[in-house]
């Protein structure tokens, strides 16, 4: 378990979450640390910063989830925050993660988020392509360009990380 102690030294919040994630997905294990590392400074099970409900509101909670979907609703008409290591923020993703056992659980929304960014790869060719979808959904824009390169690069300086 040599890979679990290095992805702790490099920040990975869950490591053993991140690997058993990372052996159910096929995602690359540097990209999934860069991911996490992107997403929440190391895959934080922290609700977002977007500026809608539940801006910066810490923790994520069973609890305060729950409190989360009643003001979001049931197709995100009350608005759609990024929850969890991945930041999963549509409403339907969250609910995928939901059907797993719940989007507030590090490793359910880890395989949720995991799942999405390998489905892109294999529409969109590459993990650049898939970078950049997973952050700026069909189309993405600028931030979502430079969001791809910034993951690409943390994979590069993790590439030492092996499972």
């Given at each position: ?123 969109y060719g590459t993990w650049w ?35």
């Amino acid at each position: 378990m040599r890979h679990v102690t290095t992805l702790a030294e490099a920040g990975i919040v869950y490591p053993h979450r991140t690997v058993a994630a990372v052996q159910e997905t096929g995602l690359p294990l540097m990209l999934a640390c860069a991911f996490l590392q992107q997403e929440s400074t190391g895959g934080h099970n922290v609700f977002g910063h977007d500026p809608t409900i539940f801006v910066g509101a810490g923790d994520v909670t069973e609890t305060n989830y729950k409190q989360y979907l009643a003001r979001r609703g049931p197709t995100g008409h009350g608005g759609m925050q990024g929850v969890g290591p991945m930041q999963l923020t549509y409403w339907s993703i969250q609910d995928e993660a939901d059907t797993l056992g719940g989007c507030w659980r590090p490793l359910m929304n880890m395989l949720v988020g995991f799942r999405l960014v390998v489905a892109n790869k294999a529409r969109y060719g590459t993990w650049w392509n898939a970078a950049a979808h997973y952050n700026g959904g069909t189309d993405p824009g600028e931030a979502a360009r430079r969001y791809a390169d910034e993951v690409l690069a943390r994979a590069t300086r993790l590439k030492d990380v092996r499972p």
